[in-house]
């Protein structure tokens, strides 16, 4: 009797279609979900677009209101505004002819307008877009022929009487090219930004909103991560099926047939008819495994490579980021990363702070005269040395040009000081020859120190360093510490005068030349005037005192100059200075050394056959640069210009020098004047001094004459000319002076 069994029997071929189906299927099933997560972040990912795109449209409405709002208050503060509201006559003229050539304004703004203090405009029939009368809201929004225009209304303000309105100011913005000319937008897709119309004025950037279409800009990160997940997906697809058909005839080869042989054995035995054993191989030694994880292997070592690389080059970028690629030295951007760190640092700990400012003395003189390569190779001499004094793990930074800063902590004023020494001992004795400089090169060196938790006096360090800085270049010491008494000098420091000196640079119109006489002892009559600057501000003049710090101090000597120059040339052209005397202009050290110097007072030359023009150096600025310097004098010379050494008795006064100097006449200075009334021994000294210098054969002028004693005093010593407070003050000339000898 058989017994069946009723339990299911499965083939090895069908359990193997039921596997590799059943993961088939899982895979199918990952796949869709995996797509369906990367739908919906990108749907996430598209909502945040739009609200970031929004938000940085409403900043840029704010940006732009702003702007309308500084360009309103800077088309008030035209001078030619205030002459138009004031006297309007020839308004229409000036408004399609001046104020649209010379473009103050921006392209984007399309129209403007003056109203008078009623509001009404300044011409009549009124053919401006803008509206006439002036409205009561001073910003809004219109929607013109499917443009939108930004309406700005300012008034102006009275330059005496600031509180008075003496009318307004009307401009008119096209919104979408003034959007795109001062924003740059990073969320929004700039040519997709369109204005709907609307009916009514809008005067928020809420109600406005909603009138502008805009697209954000795509995100390529995830489109990228869609598609590159869609790409994966297919390609493990095919792989899947080619390992499924893989799989199927792996198994049916290696298992199933053997299997199958073997089978087939048993049922010929079974059957009666025993044969050899058939010897079934089955290869299942599988070395892909083995291949795949020596790829592994390899791909896990090229990607430690890859990490390391990035890690130099990583080094490397910081590097670059916080080191000067001229000197090798630390630059800016480090000084105020440390600059940073240390404040942290100061107000938790109680050390001490020493702030080194040092300085090039004459840098732009040398850099201009042997040219920037000689000027390159000082500045890294300079920062490396510099470095070897400092202490080992102390920072050298240089903040630009020639200017370099050091932190010295936990030390002494006295160590301070005996560093700063060595630093310019360093420089003093270096062979700057070697490069062919043939002038000393110097530097100078401002100390600042701070002690506590005192974060303010922290903060202060790098302004009391520079103040310290400005004394140690005007004195002879090169080494200046900051004291209490060193903040008086808010000149080189007032961001007002600063402004003002830059200013006349650029416009050489605000320098206003006063004029001195000098007159000759013998007849009495003005020989010339000597120039001396004044600036033309809004406050009133700006004078000398606080004029020449901030050129000392940011090296504008031969820029200014050539603006001086520039002032007196006009006054030559208006007959300001007499026919028959002339003017004494003084030249900087800067300008005195430029190679190309006669460039800038050929316009003086068409004068020289009416007028004496006189060039007034100093002793110091000759003999810190003697070659270059006595080949500009001689040059002058031959010109037809007279030579002044000025400020004689204050600086070297060597007659060696003197008698090797291309120079007429010789200055005495204030100090050599005083001298004289100390003792009857100075002022035999100097009547001697002034004898040779007169037998010599040069012209001798006396500064500083500020009483009758002092002038019968130096007529007496020998002086042929005299200048100061007793004899004139200086003035600005009126036109057409009488003529005065010349002598």
């Not at 009307?170 to 959007?179: N, R």
């Amino acid at each position: 009797m058989k017994i069946k069994s009723h339990k299911f029997t499965f083939s090895l071929h069908t359990l193997l279609i039921l596997f590799l189906t059943g993961g088939i299927i899982v895979f199918v099933g990952l796949g869709i979900h995996l797509l369906l997560k990367v739908q919906q972040v990108n749907q996430a990912a598209t909502t945040e677009r739009f609200t970031n795109a929004n938000m940085e449209l409403t900043r840029a409405l704010q940006k732009l209101t702003q702007n309308a709002t500084d360009l309103g208050l800077r088309f008030s503060a035209w001078d030619e505004v205030q002459q138009q509201l004031l006297t309007p006559t020839y308004y229409a003229y000036w408004r399609e002819q001046r104020m649209r050539k010379v473009r103050q304004l921006p392209e984007y703004v399309v129209d403007i307008e003056l109203y008078n203090f009623d509001g009404k405009t300044l011409v009549q029939p009124h053919t401006s877009s803008l509206p006439n009368p002036l409205p009561t809201d001073k910003s809004y929004f219109t929607s013109e022929n499917n443009h939108s225009f930004l309406y700005r209304f300012t008034p102006v303000y009275d330059r005496i009487d600031t509180r008075k309105i003496i009318g307004y100011t009307g401009i008119k913005l096209d919104v979408l090219p003034a959007l795109l000319a001062i924003y740059h937008f990073s969320h929004t897709r700039a040519d997709s930004i369109k204005s709907i119309s609307f009916a009514e004025s809008l005067t928020s950037i809420d109600e406005v909103l909603p009138y502008v279409e805009f697209e954000p800009l795509p995100s390529p990160q995830s489109s990228h991560l869609e598609s590159l997940i869609k790409w994966n997906l297919l390609h493990f697809s095919i792989l899947m099926a080619g390992m499924v058909l893989l799989l199927y005839f792996l198994f049916s080869y290696f298992l199933k047939r053997p299997l199958a042989t073997l089978v087939k054995q048993i049922n010929t035995l079974r059957a009666g008819n025993p044969s050899p054993l058939l010897e079934s191989q089955f290869p299942l030694a599988v070395t892909e495994i083995d291949t795949l994880k020596e790829s592994l292997i390899r791909y896990q070592y090229d990607l430690d490579k890859v990490h390391s690389k990035l890690d130099r080059q990583n080094v490397e970028l910081w590097h670059l980021a916080h080191h000067d690629p001229l000197t090798g030295t630390y630059n800016r951007r480090a000084f105020d990363d440390d600059w940073v760190h240390l404040t942290e640092l100061f107000q938790d700990q109680r050390i001490s702070i020493s702030y080194l400012l040092f300085d090039c003395d004459h840098f732009k003189a040398i850099n201009d005269t042997y040219g920037h390569q000689i000027g390159d190779d000082l500045i890294k001499i300079i920062a490396s040395n510099l470095q070897q004094c400092l202490r080992k793990g102390d920072k050298l930074y240089r903040l630009g040009g020639d200017e370099f800063a050091a932190i010295i902590l936990n030390t002494s004023t006295e160590g301070v000081a005996y560093l700063a020494e060595r630093c310019i001992k360093t420089i003093q004795f270096y062979p700057f020859r070697d490069l062919g400089i043939r002038e000393p090169v110097s530097i100078c060196v401002g100390i600042a120190n701070a002690e506590g938790t005192d974060l303010n006096e922290l903060k202060a360090l790098p302004r009391h360093a520079d103040l310290a800085m400005y004394h140690a270049k005007k004195s002879s010491a090169k080494i200046q510490v900051y004291t209490q008494k060193m903040g008086e000098d808010s000149s080189i420091l007032s961001s007002h005068i600063v402004n003002a000196v830059l200013a006349a640079i650029k416009d050489d119109d605000r320098i206003l030349p006063h004029y001195q006489e000098i007159r000759r002892c013998n007849t009495n009559t003005v020989s010339f005037y000597e120039a001396l600057v004044r600036l033309k501000d809004v406050d009133g003049m700006i004078y000398p005192g606080d004029i020449f710090p901030v050129i000392n101090r940011h090296a504008l000597g031969a820029e200014f100059d050539h603006g001086i120059i520039a002032a007196i040339q006009r006054d030559l052209e208006a007959d300001i200075i007499p026919h028959g005397t002339g003017v004494s202009i003084n030249l900087s050290a800067a300008a005195l050394i430029e190679p190309d110097l006669d460039r800038h007072i050929v316009g003086l030359l068409p004068y020289l056959h009416s007028h004496t023009i006189v060039m007034e150096v100093t002793e110091t600025s000759i003999i810190s640069h003697l070659n270059q310097a006595t080949d500009n004098l001689k040059e002058l010379q031959r010109l037809g210009f007279i030579i002044a050494l000025d400020d004689f008795g204050s600086g070297y006064s060597s007659i060696r020098y003197l008698a090797n100097m291309p120079v007429d006449i010789v200055k005495f200075d204030i100090a050599m004047i005083q001298t004289m009334r100390e003792s009857p021994r100075n002022r035999k000294i100097v009547e001697h001094i002034a004898k040779m210098i007169r037998d010599a054969g040069y012209l001798l002028i006396a500064e500083g004459i500020e009483d009758q004693k002092t002038l019968e005093l130096v007529i007496e010593m020998g002086a042929t000319h005299v200048q100061g407070f007793h004899i004139d003050k200086p003035v600005r000339l009126p036109h057409k002076l009488p003529n005065a000898s010349n002598q």
